[in-house]
C-alpha cells in the first residue's frame, strides 16, 4: 500500500491513500496543514506537534497515522 510522508522535523505524518474515505475531518481541524487542492496537500510545518498528534488521532479511517523523528542531528 502506498503511503507519503511529511515532516515538521519533529513529527511524520503518514498518510495512507487507500484508506482515506475524504471526511475532511483533517482540514476542518487543521486548515492550515490539510490543503487537499495543492501539491504537497499536507504543510506539517504549520501546527504545532501536538496539534497534528491530535488532529490525527481524530482520523476516522486511519488514512493518517505519525511517528516521531527519532534521526540525532
Same mark, same amino acid.
Given at each position: 500500500?502506498?503511503?507519503? !510522508? &511529511? #515532516? +515538521?522535523? %519533529?513529527l ?21 496543514? &490539510?490543503?487537499?487542492? %495543492? #501539491? /504537497?496537500?499536507?504543510? /506539517?510545518?504549520?501546527?504545532?506537534t !501536538? %496539534?497534528?498528534?491530535?488532529?490525527? +488521532? =481524530?482520523?476516522? #479511517?486511519?488514512?493518517?497515522? &505519525?511517528?516521531? =523523528? =527519532? %534521526?540525532?542531528?
Amino acid at each position: 500500500m502506498a503511503t507519503h !510522508e &511529511y #515532516s +515538521n522535523g %519533529e513529527l511524520i505524518v503518514i498518510w495512507q491513500p487507500a484508506k482515506c474515505i475524504h471526511s475532511g475531518i483533517c482540514v476542518k481541524t487543521l486548515p492550515q496543514v &490539510y490543503h487537499p487542492k %495543492e #501539491s /504537497p496537500w499536507v504543510k /506539517p510545518e504549520n501546527a504545532t506537534t !501536538e %496539534e497534528l498528534k491530535a488532529q490525527i +488521532n =481524530n482520523c476516522p #479511517s486511519g488514512a493518517l497515522s &505519525y511517528r516521531m =523523528n =527519532n %534521526e540525532s542531528k
